[in-house]
């Protein structure tokens, strides 16, 4: 597990940037800029795709899943490449051991032991059937992921995450301060409670020359490239505003390859319930905003 420092710091080589007044969205901004991002009032979950280049079930999900957005859909998507489907021919290249045992993980706090790909979680539990019918109905808007978002985004947050980001030459200083209600406090408390933060990359393209998808160019976007955490939140109960605990700010460092696009990277938070699954709230937010 991470430790846990005073402020949260993410060492990504960028230039700097600043999108400010956001709640999951971007003001007028630039790369050279300084980040600013506010979950509000609502509450927003992750969708997580479980995927893989080698996989000849996937690239129709792949390609429903990189038209999601929060701006469009309210939620906030994640698409992780995993490992475990390397051997059977092509090694993709955005597959991480960390991912599948996330996707493994994720699934046995539902009381599962079956992984498979595509699969997708919404709030931390599996929504297959939607996927099924999203992507043999692409476009449609009625269909169980639509509802459930509804449903989660009808909830009063009970999670605040206020996320601002500083650039220096070869870093980016990234600074995370979480409020928690006391409702959650007395639930779940603090301890059954971790922050994550990832990485995604957008318009990644590969020529697959072997396995399943022999022949496919393939198109992603939302894929993760790095995942930091599990976090623990600290609480300070004696600090309490308006009904939510603050628990300061929280520190880790992520080194962000050259070949990572700056203006195709987005910055994404999220506070999920370790003992359950249950993605409290996110942000997210574009290292570059549109011109």
Same mark, same amino acid.
């Given at each position: 597990m991470n430790r846990v420092?005073?402020?949260?710091?993410?060492?990504?080589?960028?230039? +700097?940037?600043?999108?400010? *007044?956001?709640?999951? $969205?971007?003001?007028a901004a630039t790369c050279d800029q300084r980040i600013h991002a506010d979950s509000g009032v609502k509450t927003v979950s992750i969708a997580e795709l479980y995927t893989s280049e080698g996989c000849d079930s996937c690239p129709p999900a792949d390609k429903w899943f990189s038209t999601l957005s929060f701006e469009?859909?309210?939620?906030?998507?994640l698409a992780? @490449?995993?490992?475990?489907?390397?051997?059977?021919?092509?090694?993709? %290249?955005?597959?991480k051991p960390g991912f599948a045992?996330? !996707?493994?993980?994720?699934? $046995?706090?539902?009381?599962?032991?079956?992984?498979?790909? /595509?699969?997708?979680?919404?709030? $931390?539990?599996? #929504? %297959?059937? =939607?996927?099924?019918?999203y992507v043999s109905n692409l476009g449609s808007s009625d269909s169980q992921l639509d509802s459930s978002i509804r449903d989660l985004a009808a909830k009063p947050a009970q999670v605040s995450?206020?996320?601002?980001? !500083? /650039? =220096?030459?070869?870093?980016?200083?990234v600074a995370v301060a979480v409020g928690l209600s006391d409702g959650l406090l007395r639930k779940a408390g603090a301890s059954s409670l971790s922050l994550y933060f990832v990485l995604t990359e957008n318009n990644? #393209?590969?020529? #697959?020359? =072997? $396995?399943?998808?022999? *022949?496919?160019?393939?198109? @992603?976007? @939302?894929? #993760?490239?790095?995942? +930091? *955490?599990?976090? !623990?939140i600290p609480v300070d109960a004696g600090s309490s505003t308006d009904n939510a605990n603050s628990a300061g700010e929280?520190?880790?460092?992520?080194?962000?390859?050259?070949?990572?696009?700056?203006?195709?990277?987005?910055?994404?938070?999220?506070? !999920?319930?370790?003992? +359950?699954g249950q993605v409290l709230q996110a942000v997210s937010v574009p290292f570059c905003a549109p011109l």
């Open positions: 420092f005073i402020v949260v710091t993410f060492w990504l080589i960028t230039s +700097s940037i600043i999108l400010a *007044g956001l709640s999951l $969205g971007v003001n469009k859909n309210g939620v906030v998507p992780f @490449h995993v490992d475990y489907w390397d051997y059977i021919g092509w090694k993709d %290249r955005f597959g045992e996330r !996707q493994r993980k994720v699934v $046995g706090l539902q009381g599962s032991r079956t992984v498979y790909t /595509p699969q997708v979680m919404l709030d $931390g539990k599996d #929504v %297959r059937n =939607a996927v099924d019918y995450l206020k996320l601002r980001a !500083q /650039p =220096a030459l070869n870093a980016i200083d990644l #393209v590969s020529r #697959v020359t =072997a $396995g399943e998808n022999k *022949g496919a160019l393939l198109k @992603h976007n @939302h894929v #993760v490239r790095e995942l +930091s *955490g599990p976090i !623990q929280i520190k880790t460092t992520i080194s962000l390859p050259k070949d990572w696009k700056r203006e195709d990277l987005n910055l994404v938070a999220f506070v !999920q319930n370790n003992r +359950s």
